[in-house]
């Protein structure tokens, strides 16, 4: 597997966005005055076994949701904002690892979860990265485990 950094991971999560959902991206953010973030955690296993974590308020999967459906941000959901997010997930996920592992390495994705509690610290190898899409902080992590 290939070295990941933090211009990747950021590179993956503003391809990802930009592709799914219109959303543009700026590399300067601020979390001032930032409601409670969404944790959407995805585990992968394989030959590489880890867990990718992005972190966004809710208002971004929102946005990304109207933007997926052509609707008013005013009416999606809750629960549609949290699919949104752990689609954004997924789909980052995948373009991350096609870039840093062969075919043969590439692992299993399991399902997004999504929650509010504060990411779990263990034995890993961990790279952090950070932006703001259309305004609003994202932080993505990206750890293989030890």
């Known amino acids: 597997m290939k070295t990941i950094d933090p211009d990747l991971l950021m590179s ?4 990802a966005l930009e592709t799914m959902a219109f959303v543009t991206i700026n590399p300067e953010f601020d979390l001032t005055g930032c409601v409670t973030l969404l944790r959407v955690s995805l585990a992968f296993s394989g030959v590489i076994a ?22 008013d941000v005013e009416s999606v959901t809750p629960e549609n904002a949290a699919d949104a997010l752990r689609e954004l997930a997924n789909i980052t996920a995948g373009l991350l690892l ?17 929650s509010s509690t504060p990411a779990a610290v263990g034995p890993h190898s961990y790279c952090l990265a950070a932006l703001s ?9 990206f750890r293989t485990h030890a």
């Open 98 to 114: 096609r870039q840093v592992c062969s075919p043969q390495e590439m692992p299993q994705l399991a399902i997004p979860i999504v």
């Open 50 to 71: 880890g867990q990718l974590t992005l972190c966004a308020p809710r208002a971004l999967g929102s946005v990304i949701a109207a933007n997926l459906t052509a609707v």
């Open 12 to 15: 993956a999560l503003a391809e």
């Open 133 to 141: 899409a259309e305004g609003h902080p994202v932080t993505i992590a």
